[in-house]
């Protein structure tokens, strides 16, 4: 992989039906995708509108290939859990009937985490969380995870010096992603319900 040949840029209004689509093929078992595309979508274009978030995109030309979040995005989804509640329970309703309950399960599995999260106070401060981070599919397993991580830290200064460290929260049944935080300095400090939690400190 030629890396001479790629750059990060902010992501745009006009990126999401790319960002989309890496997020639907990269990541399937996340529950954004499992409800439909209709809500990532909606996800998107109020994370790119929010002006406190950072939205960081890996280019090969001018063909977006990975993609970044980092913020705070509990009020996003708050909102669009209420604006979307019958789409999703419709969406539950249908692979229901479909007999697809492997799916189901999903919704069941986060809901139960929503839950127990709320009587669990993490013990960190004045942190950012590292949303997402995807790489489409034909470009996985070529460090791309880690160049496009690291050259945000480096390119977007001015947002992390405003916090002591950055969390990120993965899949106890992704330990392939639980490594990659960890080659990338993160730490595990907690667990909850199948999900684990880990800690990047900022030495200043």
Same mark, same amino acid.
Request: glycine share 4%.
């Given at each position: 992989m030629n890396f001479r040949e790629l750059f990060v840029n902010d992501l745009l209004l006009d990126h999401?039906?790319?960002?989309?689509? #890496?997020? #639907?093929?990269? #990541?399937? *078992?996340?529950?954004?995708p499992i409800i439909g595309k209709k809500i990532i979508q909606n996800y998107l274009e109020k994370f790119l509108k929010s002006g406190k978030n950072l939205g960081i995109g890996l280019f090969e030309s001018n063909k977006l290939i990975g993609f970044i979040f980092f913020g705070k995005d509990t009020e996003i989804i708050t909102q669009i859990f209420k604006k979307n509640f019958v789409y999703i329970f419709y969406s539950f309703f249908l *692979?229901? #009937?479909?007999?697809?309950?492997?799916?189901?399960?999903?919704?069941?599995?986060?809901l139960i985490y929503l839950i127990l999260s709320n009587f669990k106070k993490r013990k960190y401060k004045n942190s950012t969380e590292l949303l997402i981070v995807a790489i489409k599919k034909s470009y996985q397993n070529k460090g791309?995870?880690? *160049?496009?991580?690291?050259?945000?830290?480096?390119?977007?200064?001015? *947002?992390?010096?405003?916090?002591?460290?950055?969390?990120?929260?993965?899949?106890?049944?992704?330990?392939?992603?639980?490594k990659f935080y960890e080659k990338n300095n993160f730490k595990v400090f907690d667990e909850i319900y199948g999900r684990v939690f880990l800690i990047l400190n900022f030495s200043r």
């Amino acid at each position: 992989m030629n890396f001479r040949e790629l750059f990060v840029n902010d992501l745009l209004l006009d990126h999401i039906d790319e960002i989309s689509n #890496i997020w #639907i093929e990269s #990541i399937p *078992y996340n529950i954004k995708p499992i409800i439909g595309k209709k809500i990532i979508q909606n996800y998107l274009e109020k994370f790119l509108k929010s002006g406190k978030n950072l939205g960081i995109g890996l280019f090969e030309s001018n063909k977006l290939i990975g993609f970044i979040f980092f913020g705070k995005d509990t009020e996003i989804i708050t909102q669009i859990f209420k604006k979307n509640f019958v789409y999703i329970f419709y969406s539950f309703f249908l *692979y229901f #009937i479909k007999l697809k309950f492997k799916k189901v399960l999903n919704y069941f599995d986060v809901l139960i985490y929503l839950i127990l999260s709320n009587f669990k106070k993490r013990k960190y401060k004045n942190s950012t969380e590292l949303l997402i981070v995807a790489i489409k599919k034909s470009y996985q397993n070529k460090g791309l995870g880690s *160049y496009l991580l690291k050259e945000s830290f480096e390119k977007n200064k001015n *947002y992390f010096k405003k916090f002591d460290n950055l969390t990120v929260i993965t899949l106890r049944s992704t330990p392939e992603n639980i490594k990659f935080y960890e080659k990338n300095n993160f730490k595990v400090f907690d667990e909850i319900y199948g999900r684990v939690f880990l800690i990047l400190n900022f030495s200043r």
